[in-house]
């Protein structure tokens, strides 16, 4: 076991579920975000999380608390000089992480910096890092707690080492390292995004309803949730963001995103999160 902590940046949706397995395994975390506020909230969520698996027996209490004592939060970046890895979890805006990395790169020459980003090219963030062999994507799924997989993503100049050390932190949360390139989507969303982009044309020509598809996919395909149920679940944003990553990216027409999708978005029918997207929530 590690150590030197583990550093978080970001504590949103991802930064808050990464901390908490990271606290669950034994390590001992440093949460940094720029909103103090949003700290407060994260560790609230972290505690409720870790409470479900009290309540379930998955977990003792002994042990959610010592869990708890293991996560640090702080607004201070410098705070992260000691941390042997720093996973980034911030939001998905190339000029935020490139100032982020750039910074981190200079705060410590030691840590592995690792990034959650969905889309962006980690060549390119570890082109404005000192010491870019240790640069490298982690990328967990949503909800982190649940999902058993973390897209290990090599830039051009990722080390062997890095690599070597991100799976074994990967595998030692109880997760699956899957090694993946450094291009546009990587692997899940490449194959994921399109097929909900093409369920959304579907809708758009009138050929399918929203539940006929969910429902064909999960009776024909055996998906546990249907494509435009799982859009919902991701936010509709979230996928055009990534539809726009791959067409900019392959500069392929295969690629181009669904207009109804883009109109959906435009009229804050983001999914469950609005409570409105393909399907209507309570
Ligand atoms: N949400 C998902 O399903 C999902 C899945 C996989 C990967 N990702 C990726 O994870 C990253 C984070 O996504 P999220 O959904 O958790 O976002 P989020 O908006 O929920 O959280 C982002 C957090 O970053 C903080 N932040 C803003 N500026 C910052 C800065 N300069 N330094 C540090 N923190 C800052 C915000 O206060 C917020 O708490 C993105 O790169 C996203 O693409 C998201």
């Known amino acids: 076991m590690s150590q030197q902590p583990i550093g978080v940046v970001g504590a949103g949706t991802m930064g808050q579920g990464i901390a908490q397995v990271l606290v669950t395994s034994g390590f001992d975390v440093k ?3 720029v909103s103090d506020d949003q700290l407060g909230r994260a560790r609230a969520a972290i505690d409720k999380g870790l409470a479900k698996l009290v309540a379930k027996d998955k977990m003792g209490e002994g042990d959610r608390e010592a869990a708890l004592s293991r996560l640090d939060t702080t607004t201070a970046l410098d705070a992260l000089r000691d941390c042997e890895v720093i996973i980034e979890a911030a939001p998905e805006q190339p000029a935020l992480k490139e100032k982020l990395f750039g910074d981190l790169s200079r705060l410590t020459h030691e840590a592995i910096l690792a990034s959650n980003t ?32 973390v897209e290990v993503i090599r830039a051009e100049q990722t080390s ?3 690599v070597a050390r991100i799976e074994a932190l990967a595998e030692s949360l109880g997760k699956t390292a899957v090694p993946v390139g450094d291009s546009p989507g990587f692997a899940v969303n490449r194959l994921l995004v399109p097929m909900i982009n093409e369920a959304a044309f579907l809708v758009q020509e009138g050929a399918a309803t929203p539940e006929a598809i969910d429902q064909a996919m999960k009776l024909g395909a055996a998906h546990p949730l249907g494509p435009l149920a799982l859009a919902d679940l991701i936010g509709l944003d979230v996928c055009l963001a990534i539809m726009e990553v791959l067409q900019e990216g392959f500069g392929d027409p295969k690629y181009r995103p669904c207009p ?8 804050g029918y983001l999914g469950r999160k609005s409570g409105r997207g393909f399907h209507v929530y309570e």
């Open 31 to 33: 949460l940094y975000d």
């Open 118 to 149: 969905s889309s962006l090219s980690l060549t390119r963030l570890a082109a404005v890092c000192e010491r870019p062999e240790r640069v490298v994507g982690m990328h967990f799924f949503n909800p982190v707690p649940v999902l058993k997989l």
């Open 260 to 267: 109804l999708l883009k109109r959906m978005v435009a009229a």
């Open 160 to 162: 062997d080492a890095t």
